[in-house]
Nanobody, 124 residues
Framework: QVQLVESGGGLVQPGGSLRVSCAAS????????MAWFRQAPGKEREFVAA????????YYADSVKGRFTMYRDSAKNTVYLQMTNLRPEDTAVYYC?????????????????WGQGTQVTVSS
């Protein structure tokens, strides 16, 4: 089964940019829908962005549309989340999920595989 490892989190000032990565191993991401979710302290895990398994369609939460871009590099077997114009409310642990031949669901329970998460903190 696919294994996922996130990286690239850190501390950034409001208005800044950051890119987080999710490297997959043991299976190719080309057969998985890939998604980013995030979880802030005391809150439920929430959907951020997803790409369906063929890579033809992507989806975003309203709160990040126009600021975040998710894309995948099949040669590196990695997906990325490029985040711009970051806000303090974007502070959370960001998790990468994989759903075998999925269509880019916004529901976390549709994703069978998860990484360990990477912390993103937006603060001055």
């Amino acid at each position: 089964q696919v294994q996922l490892v996130e990286s690239g989190g850190g501390l950034v000032q409001p208005g800044g940019s950051l890119r987080v990565s999710c490297a997959a191993s043991k299976r190719t991401i080309s057969t998985y829908a890939m998604a980013w979710f995030r979880q802030a302290p005391g809150k439920e895990r929430e959907f951020v962005a997803a790409i369906e398994w063929s890579g033809h369609s992507s989806y975003y939460a309203d709160s990040v549309k126009g600021r975040f871009t998710m894309y995948r590099d099949s040669a590196k077997n990695t997906v990325y989340l490029q985040m711009t114009n970051l806000r303090p409310e974007d502070t959370a642990v960001y998790y990468c999920g994989a759903d075998y031949y999925g269509l880019g669901s916004q529901f976390q329970y549709d994703y069978e595989h998860w990484g360990q998460g990477t912390q993103v903190t937006v603060s001055s």
